[in-house]
């Protein structure tokens, strides 16, 4: 795949991938924000709880749901959450307190422009991710 000596599809020496389709594009997208992000290379991971409505929060027991989970390295926290399922969602993802702290924004890398406040849901902190099916977010605080 990547072009090593031998490479599929008669790949030698370069890789198989077609720069021009839009999921290499986005996959290059992806990778360049983990390039410049520290916290997405080094950072300790944390699944996240999620919650359809703001009270009850758990783990996803199943895979029509929002996956999240935090990578923080030092005081910085991202959050990476894909809506695993085939319809659109718009969950609460648990953020660490201490980091992302209620009123402040984050804003998603993958989608330039589209900003959410951190709320207080109870004792925790959260942020709602609308997502469509299968989309990723990649949110920072600015």
């Known amino acids: 795949m990547f072009g090593g000596k031998w490479g599929a599809f ?18 290059s997208r992806i990778a360049e924000i983990r390039q410049n992000e520290a916290a997405l290379r080094y950072g300790r991971q944390y699944f996240r709880e999620i919650s359809g409505n703001g009270i009850d929060f758990g783990y996803p027991i199943d895979g029509r749901c929002t996956l999240a989970y935090s990578r923080i390295l030092d005081d910085t926290e991202m959050i990476i959450a894909m809506n695993l399922d ?5 969950d609460f ?50």
């Open 10 to 27: 008669n790949t030698g020496s370069r890789h198989f991938f077609n720069p021009e389709k839009p999921l290499y594009k986005e996959i």
């Open 93 to 142: 993802i648990t953020v660490d307190s201490n980091l992302t702290p209620v009123g402040k924004k984050m804003i998603n890398l993958l989608k330039p422009g589209s900003i959410f406040t951190v709320q207080a849901m109870g004792k925790r902190n959260a942020v709602k991710a609308d997502l469509f099916p299968h989309e990723i977010a990649i949110f920072k605080l600015i």
């Open 86 to 90: 085939t319809h659109y969602r718009n």
